[in-house]
């Protein structure tokens, strides 16, 4: 996959996203929206992994500890063809397989159930230990929150696997500025996230434009050369990019959209498809 396809494809990940919400009523836009190129980097030129057999023990492993995102992990798995697009609009629905959170009994791809804030990370940690332990060779990607690292137990994990040398283990964090509650700051400030992954024995590697696809499979290039160290990603990103009404509003963190809102968003991001 060239990487000049990739802005294409994460703009259909927002289409999906946006299209999923209309049809549940609810859910999580903002942050789903804005990790939307990280997935399309991991997903279409990254990771090793073969939609035709979700299980297939050699597969790199993808965990979503910003759970609540998961509109848009489910948005590139029916992409892959983990499951049909017609799927997706049953997210949230009484007897849908697409839980606002994801679940891995019950929706292929799906690598850890998530949504407790900490744990993901937590288990993506355990699972890089087990390929270490049992000389496997596939690699473990996960992806926090900023908020989300306001939790202990991120840093418990952080310290585990940095203690731990576990190399094949790479954490981005989706960092758009943004929490339920307000920004980073208002809240309770996990600043300056370099400064502490690098305490904890990561390869920090800092990334202005978290949209930029190029700059994102570069850092995931980097990550591969990287001995002894698990690495983290940082990416600075928008919340609800690419639909203008929500970019930057604390108000999108979860919240459904009108019909005017929802023809407004598809059309932006269709424009933007075309361009």
């Not at 396809?5 to 049809?23: S, Y």
């Not at 992409?79 to 949230?92: A, V």
């Not at 990607?141 to 840093?155: A, N, S």
Request: charged share 20%; hydrophobic share 40%; glycine share 10%.
């Amino acid at each position: 996959m060239q990487t000049s396809n990739l802005p294409k494809i994460a703009n259909e990940i927002r289409l999906n996203i946006i299209e999923a919400l209309h049809a549940s009523g609810s859910g999580h836009p903002g942050g789903s929206l804005s990790t939307a190129d990280i997935l399309a980097c991991l997903y279409y030129k990254e990771m090793n992994i073969d939609p035709s057999n979700p299980d297939w023990p050699a597969r790199d492993r993808f965990v979503l500890s910003k759970g609540h995102a998961a509109p848009a992990l489910y948005s590139v798995l029916s992409m892959k063809g983990y499951f049909s697009h017609e799927d997706l609009l049953t997210l949230r629905k009484m007897g849908g397989f697409l839980q606002g959170h994801p679940d891995m009994k019950h929706t292929p791809g799906v690598d850890m159930s998530t949504g407790s804030l900490g744990q993901g990370v937590s288990a993506a940690t355990g699972m890089a230990l087990s390929a270490k332990l049992f000389g496997d060779d596939f690699r473990v990607y996960t992806l926090l929150g900023d908020g989300e690292i306001q939790e202990g137990q991120v840093w418990e994990a952080a310290m585990f696997a940095g203690s731990h040398k576990l190399d094949n283990l790479v954490v981005f964090v989706d960092n758009n500025n943004l929490q339920i509650d307000g920004t980073l700051e208002e809240v309770n400030s996990p600043y300056p996230l370099d400064d502490k992954f690098r305490a904890f024995n990561f390869h920090v590697i800092v990334l202005e434009d978290g949209h930029d696809t190029a700059a994102i499979c570069a850092a995931l290039d980097e990550a591969r050369t990287v001995k002894s160290k698990p690495t983290c990603i940082i990416c600075k990103t928008i919340k609800g990019k690419g639909v203008s009404f929500m970019e930057n509003q604390v108000g999108w963190h979860g919240k459904g959209m009108t019909e005017e809102q929802y023809l407004q968003a598809k059309e932006e991001l269709e424009k933007a498809g075309e361009a």
